[in-house]
């Protein structure tokens, strides 16, 4: 069974950083975008950030400038480096992979950025 499982995530001060980390643990995962969302409490599910197979980047709202992702192929982990953290950073963070006939989150892990 495919499992995707999420780290790095905690409570950090405003300015401070983390570093996410989404560990899978099949061998599809290197072919598979694996994307970013996180979901605020009552709020939608939203789209961070996004990483193909090849490494090519896309960023969405806020995230552009302030957070990088990346991927280790040898270690089957994609991060997500999140610098300059703000309270509405916080949301639970989430990592998906999709490929053909592919498709797995994460169980989430919660970030929470203080004031």
């Known amino acids: 069974q495919v499992q995707l499982m999420e780290s790095g995530g905690g409570l950090v001060q405003a300015g401070g950083s983390l570093r996410l980390s989404c560990a899978a643990s099949?061998?599809?995962?290197?072919?598979?975008?694996v994307a970013w969302y996180r979901q605020a409490p009552e709020k939608q599910r939203e789209l961070v950030a996004t990483?193909?197979?090849?490494?090519?980047?896309n960023y969405f709202g806020s995230a552009e400038g302030r957070f990088t992702i990346s991927r280790d192929t040898a270690k089957n982990t994609v991060y997500l480096q999140m610098n300059g953290l703000k309270p509405e950073d916080t949301a639970v963070y989430y990592c998906?992979?999709?490929?053909?006939?592919?498709?797995?989150w994460g169980q989430g892990t919660q970030v929470t950025v203080s004031s």
């Open positions: 099949d061998s599809l995962f290197k072919y598979a975008a």
């Open positions: 998906k992979g999709v490929a053909p006939s592919y498709e797995h």
């Open positions: 990483i193909t197979s090849r490494g090519y980047t």
